[in-house]
């Protein structure tokens, strides 16, 4: 029997939506665009919400008309793409980055300001607190159909009051006035704040947090496919408004302590030093709760979306132990530290987001170009392209100003937006190709089915 959730019920499993997007991870970059750019950052910040906020929602309703799963959404490339993209996919927002990043962050903010009163090795605390809170993340992982208790009933509401007080303070008090932009965000502001916005992952999180979501609303009862695909969407808009109000208070933060903390290059560490300049160490507390509790909600999430979606690849290896593997996995990562992790995972965000972004952008205009398959293959081959330069150029193993010359004639290339055009001609490439060749020209609907 289908269920209808009730207002609190959608209230509980979209504050739910929005824990698994708010990691600890999550809120470090909106400080450093807002210390760093000054009185020019609701320049890069409106890019920084496009990217890190605004394509979130088109992610999830692409998802929801694909029936939550980002392999069927992928597959209208090609199978073999699906497969490959979405083990990246996993593997990226599981062990190999967003669990370690996040730990990380928590043991940056909660632990590390407070290590001048322990008389022990740094990197023996960062294993030792790493240890824990991995284990703990894996324990609250073996149960997802608790989520919606956790997550949206309890841990949402504590950390949420809990920032409320910082910003609220941060206004009333303010820290100083608002500098003049740093170089990097004097010119070219938005496109930075625009690839900025690839490092909180919320776009492929999207894709990946679409299985759990519906598993979640599947134990609570919710069985129709077009039900489900509205409180998704419903959640999804929930979601992005307290995302947009969380980036753009953390900027003002941001903006507003250098005069009292001064410039630092790491958005956990002004998080932090801002609220103990607020707040003294009951501040310092409060941020601390604060990013352990979204570090539990986001690290569970990802944890559980990997096991879950590498059981469904992999059935004879059972979820539990997939659980284990990843956390084993990012436990190692995570003890390489967070610049390590960070210069690590840019080229593979580089790398996917254009991708991402693409597909999204493909699915929600699937019945403009009557869903032909070749369409997706020209468009994500344009995108592709230019996004194995991105990560290139990322890695810096060739020299930026030697590939920012010779992709010269690709508008945005230098600011990370050189896979935009390549993108659309392909899919009119292909588009063109569906029209007029005579070979199979497969076509998918609105959800995804091939016709």
């Known amino acids: 029997m289908n269920t209808k959730l009730t207002a609190l019920q959608l209230l509980a499993v979209s504050f739910m939506l929005f824990a698994m997007f708010l ?68 593997l990226t927002l599981g062990p190999f980055y967003v669990i370690p990043r996040t730990t990380s962050v928590v043991y940056e903010i909660s632990i590390r300001p407070n290590l001048s009163m322990v008389n022990m090795e740094a990197n023996v605390i960062l294993f030792g607190f790493s240890f824990l809170f991995i284990t703990i993340t894996a324990i609250l992982s073996l149960n997802p159909n608790k989520f919606v208790d956790r997550l949206g009933k309890v841990i949402t509401p504590i950390f949420s009051i809990l920032l409320l007080i910082i910003v609220i303070k941060s206004i009333i008090t303010p820290m100083g006035v608002i500098q003049q932009p740093q ?5 070219g502001a938005f496109l930075k704040g625009f690839t900025e916005g690839y490092l909180t992952m919320d776009v492929l999180a999207a894709f990946v947090f679409g299985g759990v979501f519906m598993k979640t609303l599947k134990g609570l009862g919710v069985l129709n496919p077009k039900q489900t695909a509205r409180i998704f ?40 030093e801002a609220s103990r300049y607020l707040l003294g160490n009951t501040g310092l507390l409060m941020i601390g709760t604060i990013v352990i509790l979204t570090g539990l909600t986001t690290n569970i999430a990802c944890l559980s979306a990997a096991a879950e979606f590498f059981e469904r690849v992999c059935p004879k290896i059972r979820y539990k132990n997939w659980i284990c593997m990843h956390a084993c996995l990012g436990l190692i990562v995570t003890n390489f530290g967070l610049n390590q992790i960070l210069n690590m995972a840019t080229p593979v965000l580089f790398f996917l987001y254009p991708m991402a972004i693409t597909l999204i952008v493909l699915a929600l205009m699937n ?5 032909y398959q ?18 290139i150029k990322q890695t810096g193993l060739v020299t930026e100003h030697i590939l ?48």
């Open 23 to 90: 990691g600890a991870g999550n809120i470090i970059f909106s400080p450093i665009v807002g210390q760093q750019a000054g009185s020019n950052a609701w320049v890069p910040m409106f890019g920084f919400l496009i990217t890190g906020v605004g394509l979130v929602l088109l992610a999830i309703i692409a998802l929801a008309m694909a029936g939550g799963r980002v392999e069927t959404l992928a597959e209208r490339v090609h199978p073999r793409f699906s497969f490959y993209f979405c083990i990246l996919l996993f």
């Open 183 to 187: 170089q990097v965000y004097i010119e």
């Open 233 to 272: 969407i419903k959640s999804g808009f929930i979601t992005v408004v307290g995302l947009s109000l969380l980036h753009i208070s953390l900027a003002w933060l941001g903006a507003t302590s250098i005069e009292a903390i001064g410039i630092l290059d790491n958005g956990g560490v002004v998080l932090a």
């Open 367 to 371: 019945n403009w170009f009557k869903g």
């Open 374 to 391: 070749p369409v997706y293959i020209g468009s994500m081959i344009g995108a592709g392209s230019i996004a194995i330069m991105d990560a």
């Open 404 to 451: 920012n010359d010779f992709f010269s004639f690709l508008p945005l290339f230098s600011n990370g937006g050189g896979w935009i055009l390549p993108a659309f001609i392909g899919g009119v490439v292909g588009y063109l190709f569906s029209i007029y060749s005579r070979t199979d020209k497969r076509k998918y609907n609105l959800k995804g089915k091939a016709i």
